[in-house]
């Protein structure tokens, strides 16, 4: 009896994921997803900007979970996105490896974990910013924990991404939470 009440929901949960990968091929949304495994915490006390080793980088596990992603979203018909990276290299590298195409510093989507009392204007300008691009292409981020959880109030885990609805708001409609691709 619980599996035949259980089964509606799911089939509800797979269409309403179908719908916002629809959207984000339409350019009616925009994927936002947190770099992928970079173990650690925050960035070491000589941390530099433009400074790889300086920083805390991605895994080799971090490396295939971005391939995986690439593969994910190409199955899903997003084979050249307008692609745009904190410009933190675990992102960068996110994004890169991801094998879709060019990719755009963009220093909205940098973290401000080190300067929490900036997360409020950064997040504003990162949705001045978003809904000030043309329509068209999908639309890829990549960022940050801290960057996602100011702008959605969920904390997402490392890969993990959100299809959220364009135009994008202070209180962005979720359309979909996508799970790291494995």
Known sequence: MLALLLAPLWALAAEQEEQAWQALREGRALLILRHTTAPGTGD?????????????NLSQQGREEARRWGALLRSQGIGRPRLFSSRWC?????????GLGTVQPLPALDSFFALPGNGSEQTSQLIRTINLMPPGEPLVLVSHQVNITALTRIFPASGEGLILALPLRAAPQVLARIAPPR
């Open 44 to 56: 070491p006390a000589h941390f530099q900007l433009g400074n790889c080793s300086t920083q805390r």
């Open 90 to 98: 675990r992102a960068l590298d996110t994004a890169r490896e991801m």
